[in-house]
Nanobody, 126 residues
Framework: VQLQASGGGLVQAGGSLRLSCTSSERTSRYYIRTWFRQVPGKEREFVAGIGGSGGGTLYADSVKGRFTISRDNAKNTVHLQMNNLKPEDTAVYYC????????????????????WGQGTQVTVSS
């Protein structure tokens, strides 16, 4: 499975970006799709995740109310709509997929994921 992330860029504080991540293969709609982000010198951190049909969503506290994750199973794609961006959102954003059903408490653990996208840079200027 290959994950292709896109949509990053440079935006001013308060602006918006929409990230997309497309899987090369059709995967079960029950699998968790997530976004993480990483800045140099820090660990990769969970941003948002979306479960399968009826599985709900989960967000990091730092992005709640500003970011929205969604998925289009027919297109094997997950999106991350990022509004009201802040300079502290600057990072490389990675999408990931776990080829198994995860309990909600495991969504934020990088070790649970089987495949990762190549990362897309998001830079928010003040």
């Amino acid at each position: 499975v290959q994950l292709q992330a896109s949509g990053g860029g440079l935006v001013q504080a308060g602006g918006s970006l929409r990230l997309s991540c497309t899987s090369s293969e059709r995967t079960s709609r029950y699998y968790i799709r997530t976004w993480f982000r990483q800045v140099p010198g820090k660990e990769r951190e969970f941003v948002a995740g979306i479960g399968g049909s009826g599985g709900g969503t989960l967000y990091a506290d730092s992005v709640k109310g500003r970011f929205t994750i969604s998925r289009d199973n027919a297109k094997n794609t997950v999106h991350l709509q990022m509004n009201n961006l802040k300079p502290e959102d600057t990072a490389v954003y990675y999408c990931a997929i776990a080829l198994k059903v995860l309990v909600r408490t495991g969504w934020a653990m990088t070790s649970q994921y089987d495949y990762w996208g190549q990362g897309t840079q998001v830079t928010v200027s003040s």
